[in-house]
């Protein structure tokens, strides 16, 4: 059985799922690929102690404050390859960003590969269902170009702004799969 609570946010409302004890999704109202991983219907309830953790947490996270990913137990769905994606994405420190590249070049070594698809990590990181606990946001194109973002642009920005990044090297593409 999967459930579902609903967190309101500054980046608009966010739907919580879980299987009972972990965290299996967050999705931002309006994002692709909402909820497309959870493999049924969620029962909406909002008084299970994992969601009032996930509400804390991400209460303090748009508090400005630096909540570790550990503190939560997340369970997303997906294959090893995306798995090994996400794994890398929260190792990315609060308050920076990363590239595609790079998270090729590091899959690359972990898998005992010469090269990795950059393309392929962007579809991994696109579909990474636990958005903003799992931060698929700090992950940038190579230009600078603030692409990829399944929740829409607009909202990318504000939480990178929101963690201080430094905007003055990144850009808003005139087209691309963030618009």
């Known amino acids: 059985m999967y459930y579902s609570t609903l967190y309101a946010s500054p980046v608009g409302k966010i739907t919580l799922g879980c299987d009972g004890e972990n965290i299996v999704g967050l999705w931002i109202e309006g994002q692709k690929y909402h909820g497309d991983t959870i493999p049924e219907a969620m029962v909406e309830k909002d008084d299970l102690p994992v969601f009032d953790a996930a509400k804390k947490w991400l209460d303090r996270y748009f508090a400005g404050e630096k909540p570790a990913i550990s503190e939560l137990p997340l369970a997303p769905f997906g294959g090893d390859f995306r798995q090994a994606v996400w794994k890398i994405l929260c190792e990315i420190p609060y308050g ?42 700090r992950v940038v194109g190579s230009n600078g170009s603030l692409t990829g973002y399944a929740g829409g642009i607009n909202k990318k920005t504000k939480l990178l702004e929101l963690e201080g990044v430094d905007m003055s090297q990144l850009f808003i593409p005139t087209r691309g799969t963030a618009l």
């Open 96 to 137: 920076e960003v990363t590239t595609y590249g790079e998270i090729a070049k590091k899959l690359a070594i972990q898998m005992h590969k010469v090269s990795m698809s950059s393309q392929a990590v962007g579809g991994a990181v696109g579909h990474n269902p636990i958005s903003i606990i799992i931060p698929c946001h």
